[in-house]
T-cell receptor
C-alpha cells in the first residue's frame, strides 16, 4: 500500500520567518517527487519537483533522502500569500497516478 | 499559459442518476488523470489514461466509473449510478509524459442528493 505521511499542522508562523515541512513515503519504488500547494477549495498547484540532489526555486528549497524515504520543503522569508496547505506527492513512474499526503496547513501571520 | 479546463464547476444530481464530468487537458499532453477529493480529506487517484486506454486505476474506480476520450480534445469521467458517497471534488489532470509534473484543472464539485 502506498502511503505518504505528513504532519497536518497547522503551523502558525510570523511573516518573514523560515518554516520547514517534512514528509515520509512508504513505497521504495517511488520515482518522482513533488510539492504542491492547495488553497481552500481549489485545485492542487505544482510548487516544485524534488530532485535527488536537492533543488531551490527562489525562497523554496526541497530535499529528498531516498535512503530514509523522506522529503522536505523549506520556505524562507515567508509571505502572507504562502498561507495554504502544502501537499507532499510521490509517483512510482510511468502512467501511475500520484499519491498524495493529507497536507500540512500553513498560516502566515502578519 | 495553457491550462486544464473542467466543466461544469458544480453539478448537483440525484442519487442513482448518471453524471458525466468533462475535461479538456493541455493540448500537447499525453497522459490524463482523474482524482477526487472528499471534503476535508486527501486527494485520491482514480484513473490514468494513455494512448486511448486506461493505464492504471485505483480500487475506488469500480464498475460504476468509466472514462472516455471521445475526440481529440475532451476527456470525460462518467459515473453510472451515483451514490451519496460520490459527493466530492473531482479533478482532472494531465502531464506531458508519465514521469513529469501533472497540472490540475479547477475541479468539478459533485453533490449527490
Amino acid at each position: 500500500r502506498k502511503e505518504v505521511e505528513q504532519d497536518p499542522g497547522p503551523f502558525n508562523v510570523p511573516e518573514g520567518a523560515t518554516v520547514a515541512f517534512n514528509c515520509t513515503y512508504s513505497n521504495s519504488a517511488s520515482q518522482s517527487f513533488f510539492w504542491y500547494r492547495q488553497d481552500c477549495r481549489k485545485e492542487p498547484k505544482l510548487l516544485m519537483s524534488v530532485y535527488s540532489s536537492g533543488n531551490e526555486d527562489g525562497r523554496f528549497t526541497a530535499q529528498l533522502n531516498r535512503a530514509s524515504q523522506y522529503i522536505s520543503l523549506l520556505i524562507r522569508d515567508s509571505k502572507l500569500s504562502d498561507s495554504a496547505t502544502y501537499l507532499c506527492v510521490v509517483k512510482e513512474g510511468g502512467a501511475d497516478g500520484l499519491t498524495f499526503g493529507k497536507g500540512t496547513h500553513l498560516i502566515i501571520q502578519p | 499559459e495553457p491550462e486544464v479546463t473542467q466543466t461544469p464547476s458544480h453539478q448537483v444530481t440525484q442519487m442513482g442518476q448518471e453524471v458525466i464530468l468533462r475535461c479538456v487537458p493541455i493540448s500537447n499532453h499525453l497522459y490524463f488523470y482523474w482524482y477526487r477529493q472528499i471534503l476535508g480529506q486527501k486527494v485520491e487517484f482514480l484513473v490514468s489514461f494513455y494512448n486511448n486506454e486506461i493505464s492504471e486505476k485505483s480500487e475506488i474506480f469500480d464498475d460504476q466509473f468509466s472514462v472516455e476520450r471521445p475526440d481529440g480534445s475532451n476527456f470525460t469521467l462518467k459515473i453510472r449510478s451515483t451514490k451519496l458517497e460520490d459527493s466530492a471534488m473531482y479533478f482532472c489532470a494531465s502531464s506531458r509524459r508519465g514521469n513529469t509534473e501533472a497540472f490540475f484543472g479547477q475541479g468539478t464539485r459533485l453533490t449527490v442528493v
